[in-house]
C-alpha cells in the first residue's frame, strides 16, 4: 500500500538549509493537497538552580518579550511560504511556534505526534567529526526517536 501524506510537519531553524526544506514539504502535497505546518522551536532556558554556580548567557525573557518574540518567529514563518504556493486550492498552512523546556528534537516529536502528522519534514546540516560531536544534531535525534516517518533534506 502507498502511504498517503496529507499532513505536514516542517520544521527550519530559520538558516538557509532549514528554510530549503519547507520547498520540499510543499512539494510533497503539490498534487494532491493537504496540510504543511511550519514549525520553529524556541529552546527556553531553565531557571538558574541556586544550589549551583553557573554561567548563564542571558537572562529570562518576560511573558511580555516572550509573547512578542512568538509574534515575531511566527510573522517571519509566514512570510516562508512559498509564492507560487499562497492561496492554492487544496493546500493549507498553519504556523506553529513551540516552545521547548527540554531537548528541540523531543518537541519536534511531540508536536509531531500531538498534531498527528503523517510526515516530519526537516533538513541536515550535514556535520560530520568533530563538528558533529559537539554541535550534535537535531535531525538525527529526530530521525532515532519520531515514530512517524521523516523527509530528510541534505545540504548539497
Given amino acids: 500500500m502507498t502511504p498517503r501524506y496529507r499532513k505536514l510537519l516542517v520544521t527550519t531553524d530559520f538558516s538557509p538549509l532549514g528554510n530549503g526544506a519547507i520547498a520540499h514539504g510543499y512539494a510533497v502535497l503539490a498534487q494532491r493537497g493537504g ?3 511550519l514549525c520553529h522551536v524556541l529552546e527556553r532556558p531553565e531557571p538558574p538552580n541556586p544550589m549551583y ?3 548563564s548567557p542571558g537572562r529570562m ?4 518579550e516572550r509573547e512578542a518574540l512568538r509574534q515575531s518567529v511566527s510573522t ?3 512570510s516562508l511560504v512559498p509564492a507560487e504556493m499562497r492561496g492554492t486550492q487544496g493546500i493549507v498552512t498553519e504556523v506553529r511556534v513551540v516552545e521547548a523546556p527540554g ?3 523531543e518537541a ?3 508536536e509531531a505526534k500531538a498534531l498527528d ?3 516530519i519534514v526537516m533538513a541536515s546540516h550535514g556535520h560530520s567529526g568533530i563538528a558533529r560531536l559537539f554541535l550534535g544534531s ?6 532515532r526517536s519520531a515514530d512517524r516517518p521523516v523527509l530528510i533534506i541534505r545540504s548539497v
Avoid: G, K, M, N
Fill in 35 to 37: 496540510t504543511v505546518i
Fill in 53 to 55: 554556580a553557573h554561567y
Fill in 61 to 64: 525573557l518576560s511573558p511580555e
Fill in 76 to 78: 517571519a514563518l509566514e
Fill in 103 to 105: 531537548p528541540v528534537h
Fill in 108 to 110: 519536534i516529536c511531540q
Fill in 117 to 119: 502528522v503523517d510526515l
Fill in 138 to 143: 537535531v535531525t538525527e535525534r529526530v530521525l
